[in-house]
């Protein structure tokens, strides 16, 4: 690829498929201004196996068809950063039900058994997040899905900073998931994984203590559709473009790979609503890549369970 000449405002657009076609809705950054003020949102929680207790801000879709978006923040922030910049209610109004969570350490995450709360994470924390908050978060889209209110086999995760690295290790482990030994053949098998569509990461670190994500790249053995923004800060260059480097050496990415200029001193979840030409291509990749995609609902209960065996 040639080389590019930077914009010292400029971030940029790594999308993995061809996006810029698809359009999802004509005007988003209004779209964002109108859903957020009217929005239909309720207040939830879930617990953690190591006893944290995560809020949520859940819109749900109420249609046994409708994809899942679960929105991640970055350090520091909380779930309500997906309110202020009109993502959230926006991806409601446009047919997903969409999940924001308190991750733990952040916002009014607490943990019930240590009276823990908002503290700079560490890297057990950082672990934890992969192995039990996104865990916890996916049972409760089990719930939903299995009472008809979503499709959790259509699930796109859009993660800013921080998360990114947390978002790939989660979708690592769900693909690498076995089904249940439930039928004569794996084909038949129902699944316990694979819910993960598409991944949007916003100006990602490239790792975190503890979390390797260089090793989860390689370990999806079906990748994900990725969306990666590069801030303008030249560390967040440095990291998309380690980043860049390791999902185009997977077979296959390099004929699927779209670089992207957009023009934005902004990063991570502020730039959402800043700028139409962002908007447009993000919404074009989630209608393509998980709201687009024919996967009719199916009960995902074990049929050992089903039948009480």
């Given amino acids: 690829m040639p080389a590019r000449r ?3 405002t400029a971030g940029r657009f790594i999308a993995y498929g061809l996006i810029a076609a698809a359009v999802l809705v004509p005007a988003p950054c209004r779209l964002f201004a109108q859903a957020a003020a009217k929005s239909n949102s309720v207040e939830e929680h879930v617990t953690t196996v190591d006893g944290w207790r995560l809020p949520i801000t859940y819109f749900p879709a109420r249609d046994k068809e409708a994809p899942v978006a679960i929105l991640l923040h970055t350090q520091g922030e909380n779930r309500l950063v997906w309110m ?6 926006a991806l409601a109004k446009a047919g997903f039900a969409v999940v924001t969570v308190d991750l733990r350490k952040h916002g009014e995450a607490k943990n019930t058994l240590t009276g823990e709360g908002a503290a700079e994470p560490s890297t057990h924390d950082y672990k934890a ?3 039990a908050d996104l ?3 996916k049972s409760f889209l089990f719930k939903e899905h ?3 209110q979503l499709n959790m086999a259509k699930t796109a995760i859009i993660a800013a900073g921080m998360s990114a690295p947390i978002a790939i290790n989660f979708a690592a482990q769900d693909w690498a998931l076995r089904p249940f030994n439930d039928a004569p053949t794996l084909a038949a098998s129902t699944p316990r994984g694979q819910i993960v569509k598409a991944l949007v990461l916003l100006s990602p670190e490239e790792k975190l203590t503890g ?3 260089a ?3 390689r370990d999806l053995r079906v990748v994900p559709v990725f969306g990666v923004l590069i801030g303008h800060a030249p560390t967040e260059e440095r990291n998309a473009k380690k980043m860049h480097s390791s999902l185009s050496a997977l077979s296959g990415n390099e004929k699927r790979m779209l670089i992207k200029d957009v023009d934005s001193p902004r990063t991570g979840a502020e730039l959402i609503g800043r700028s139409q030409q962002f908007d447009r291509l993000m919404f074009g990749f989630l209608k393509t890549f998980v709201l687009d995609l024919e996967i009719p609902w199916a009960n995902r209960q074990s049929r ?3 039948t009480g065996g």
Wanted: charged share 15%.
């Fill in 135 to 137: 865990p916890a978060v």
């Fill in 211 to 213: 979390v390797a994500t």
């Fill in 304 to 306: 050992l369970l089903r």
């Fill in 84 to 89: 202020r910049n009109g993502l959230a209610p």
């Fill in 6 to 8: 930077r914009l010292p």
């Fill in 146 to 148: 299995q009472d008809g």
């Fill in 129 to 131: 997040m992969v192995l």
């Fill in 215 to 217: 090793a989860a790249i």
